[in-house]
């Protein structure tokens, strides 16, 4: 009997262990990555001088017309505008045109992405570890694909859950939609142009310089031009597969 009520108390003292951990990775992890996040994003704008538009935090904004590829292992191990005079489009040589972003140390927050459809404004940092970068709730950029401006592909990974998860609604952008990315230098506009529901998690075609998959036929992009390429796990609170979002450079302009 005593064997009985003592299996009975371990069960119950390892069931409130994981509901613990269960809370921590879902609730605190986002709360510190959030918080921490915002703080960065604020940072980069006071070094800068010229604070951007902010999403209001919470959820997405439902009124505006909705690998690694792998960001939850190591990914390192893997592969409308105006047109106003002073923006450029890609390809046009204007003397006003900033210099394309050059390549920041390691782990550095160098960039800020912002993305109003799902009211998304997080930092972007060089590199797609886990602890140096993902796991404080930064998107990270994939090391050897193009900067922000530059011709190719400007490839980045976030978390889908927990530690920030900023890349959560990223299912929910459509073609049209606004990938916004602030430097020191310049903003460039990114427009969704195409996503890819579902791929392998080795896929790497998805963020080669002109960015195609490897596993799903034709999708993706068979010619050179400026890129962006969202990447996160899918379906959520797993990591088989990877969700994918590409858009093209509409306009840059200098801040």
């Known amino acids: 009997m005593r ?3 003592g299996a009975a108390e371990a069960a119950v003292t390892c069931g409130l262990v994981l509901l613990l951990l269960v809370a921590h990775q879902l609730w605190w992890t986002n709360r510190q990555a959030r918080e921490g996040a915002e703080r960065q994003v604020q940072a980069l704008e006071e070094e800068w001088g010229s604070p951007s538009p902010s999403a209001p935090p919470g959820a997405a904004a439902e009124s505006h017309p909705d690998p690694d590829p792998d960001p939850d292992s190591d990914p390192e191990s893997r592969t409308s505008g105006s047109g106003g005079p002073s923006e450029q489009r890609p390809g046009r040589r204007q003397q006003a045109a900033p210099d394309p972003t050059p390549a920041p140390r390691w782990d550095q927050a160098y960039a800020v992405l ?9 930092p972007v940092a060089e590199g797609v570890s886990k602890g140096g970068v993902l796991n404080k709730g930064y998107v990270g950029h994939y090391p050897r694909t193009a900067q922000p401006g530059q011709g190719g592909n400007f490839a980045l990974a976030g ?17 049209g939609d606004e990938l916004v990315v602030e430097t020191q230098k310049a903003i460039y506009t990114y ?20 960015p195609r998959s490897e596993v799903k036929a034709g999708h993706g ?11 996160t796990c899918t379906p959520e609170y797993t990591s088989k597969y990877r969700l994918i979002v590409w858009g093209k450079l509409q306009s840059m302009r200098p801040r």
């Open 3 to 5: 064997g009985l009520w």
């Open 114 to 122: 912002r993305i109003p459809r799902i009211a998304i404004r997080v």
């Open 159 to 175: 978390h889908r859950n927990t530690h920030g998860e900023p890349f959560r609604r990223i299912n929910r952008l459509r073609g």
């Open 191 to 210: 427009v969704v142009d195409k996503t890819l529901a579902q791929t392998s998690a080795r896929d790497s075609g998805v963020i080669r310089p002109v």
């Open 221 to 231: 992009y068979s010619s050179p031009g400026y890129y962006i390429t969202l990447t």
